[in-house]
């Protein structure tokens, strides 16, 4: 319908067009701006298209009738699409197609050159293949070569089909009737003999196939007894009777003058509503058919007169996209439906069980696992799944996260954690876990970063060399949880908990500060090549927190700050205390001479009180060598220490 509706508005189009530029087709000239033909340059499609059928264009060596020219930039540029370029030329057969409303598909789709070849051809009408062989592209071959082959296909299709476009069905020349009066005798004594004495004259390709049969006089396959036998007068009137196509009773009364044993089973409830109203030939066809139970049409697409589904047969047009079990999708009803009554103690037509139907065709599903699913071992999959389509992958009821949670109230709860899992917050449980069974607990499909690798791509590559044992294993759930937490990274409980699972040396004591005590603010959790896998080596990494290196550049820093060797004063997991036990002179004392007598020399021979080295020096760096702190009393600023301490010297 689409295809046709751009092809309407496609003609009216071109109308308007070629009104426009004229009736005719003319010349649009060989010669190119700067005087050049196309043959100057393509010397070699002169002899490639000369031989055959050559298009008009092409003989006249009028390439611009099509292309557009191209300049120094190479390229085939064609000056329209499609039938859009050639109906500029074949304006009669342009109107002759909007005077028609049936439209061969190519035709519909603008496609010519499906069928025809736009230079030139071996075949006349510049078709692509011979016609029988272009037709068999698209038309199933086998269908026009069975045993017995109706004599004018021999001439070929176009004997009794239009190859554009036509007026009557079937893209037929004129009507069947019609159509078949040109070669058979219709009404003569040996015609209506054949016929069992009645007078047929239409309705010919009910019994007979149009093509090709495998049953002698082009009947098809399957055909009604009283047909066969040419016993017509068993469903209608005498042959000599006023009316003879008359039946003789209505259709489900005529039918069970020969099907009697059908008729308490077809009476019972839950049959198929046409059965129940006796309209057998809603169905099926009274004479003959291609189709197994002489159905009137491809059992496939029989159901779909009378049940329609947004997704299938075709998917309607502004539907959201769909997802469509297979055998309802390909039209196979019959695969879980009885076409006239459903199996014993059965409803909706179904043949069997509901399930036992789904374990026909899915008996991997269900076959018993080390962990089943509750639901498939109770073989319940109506719990999970629709029958026919739906907006959900797996053609499932409902989306993934609402429809586990109807079980699983985990799932409900912990929605409401702070940090989620992307998989589990997008309701795609079924990345994770396999909603039939496995061999793993929970349903996973796989454990640790084997299964996290799927979305964590570096993971495995990461892991090659990480040295912090958990992540090297793959055991990810030792500090990671699977759907949320109310931790960052989805860590089971608070970092400095996690990680003193392992490490209980470093269990935090009352007073630490905070952000020693939380282990990734230093530490790389996964692993690296640093020492005790520190985010950067110190002081670097100290320095994301600590402002130490005030007086690094301009001033003086304290060697073992600035070669970051920190912990060489500081316990960097319980900061609150001294790396070394007892006083600070003792801390100092590891690197400078603490001796009284030279302290008091180095301090104006006045003795520093004990513990007082960081009143008066910065740890870390100062203005100058002495490390003073950069504000300074007055008289200790010029050295006049004798003004408040007595026995100094200046």
Known sequence: MIHRAVLRSLLALLSALLLLAGAACVPSGQQGGDGKSCLDCHEDYRSLYSAGVVHK??????????????????????????????????????????????????????????????????????????????????????????????????????????????????????????LCKDCHSVGSKAFEKAHGGY??????????????????????????QPVTSLNCASCHAAATDTAPFAV????????????????????????????????????????????????????????????????????????????????????DCLKCHGPHLPGKGQSNLLRKDASKLCIDCHAEKAKRQKVNHQPVADLE????????????????????????????????EDLGLQSLHRPFVDGKCSSCHDPHGGEKKQLLRTTGA???????????????????QPFNQGRCELCHRSHGSQQPFLLERPVQEVCVECHRERKPIAGTPGGHQNCSVCHYSHGNDENAFLLKPPPDLCLNCHDIDRFWEKGVAHAPAAEGQCSSCHDPHQPQQLKTAGSVVTLCADCHDVDPQTMSAVHRQIAPGKDSCLECH????????????????????????????????E
Not at 310 to 326: L, Y
Not at 621 to 649: N, Y
Request: with cysteine; charged share 20%; aromatic share 6%.
């Open 57 to 178: 264009p092409v003989k006249t060596g009028d390439c611009f009738g099509c292309h557009r020219k191209h300049g120094l930039v190479g390229g085939a540029y064609l000056k329209r699409e499609g039938a859009a370029l050639c109906f500029t030329c074949h304006q009669a057969l342009a109107k002759e197609l909007t005077e028609k409303k049936l439209h061969h598909d190519p035709v519909d789709k603008g496609a010519c050159s499906l069928c025809h070849q736009p230079h030139n051809s071996p075949n006349e009408n510049l078709l692509t293949k011979p016609d029988e062989q272009l037709c068999f592209s698209c038309h199933e071959e086998k269908k026009f070569t069975r045993q017995y082959v109706h004599a004018p296909l021999e001439k070929g299709c176009r004997t009794c089909h239009e190859p554009h476009g036509a007026k009557v069905g079937r893209l037929l020349i004129k009507d069947e009737s019609a």
């Open 199 to 224: 007078p047929v004259e239409s309705g010919c390709s009910d019994c007979h196939s149009v093509h090709s049969a495998d049953n002698p006089k082009l009947l098809k396959e399957f055909t009604h």
């Open 248 to 331: 003789t009773q209505n259709a489900a009364a005529l039918c069970y003058t020969c099907h009697a044993d059908l008729k308490t089973d077809f009476s019972a409830s839950q049959t198929h509503a046409p059965v129940a109203d006796g309209d057998c030939f809603a169905c099926h066809s009274p004479h003959a058919s291609d189709f197994k139970g002489i159905a009137k049409a491809d059992p496939k697409n029989i159901c779909f007169e009378c049940h329609s589904f947004k997704f299938f047969p075709t998917q309607k047009e502004n539907a959201p996209i769909g997802h469509v079990h297979a055998p309802a999708g390909t039209g």
């Open 381 to 412: 999959c109506l719990g999970c799944h629709v029958p026919h389509e739906s907006t959900q992958p797996g053609v499932l009821v409902k989306p993934q996260r609402p429809l586990c949670a109807e079980c699983h109230q985990q799932v409900g």
């Open 450 to 468: 084997q299964g996290c690798g799927q979305c964590h791509g570096t993971i495995e590559t990461e892991r090659e060399n990480a040295r912090h």
């Open 618 to 649: 910065d740890p870390h760096g100062g203005p100058d060598a002495s490390l003073t702190l950069p504000v300074k009393h007055e008289p200790f600023a010029k050295g006049e220490c004798r003004s408040c301490h007595k026995g100094g010297s």
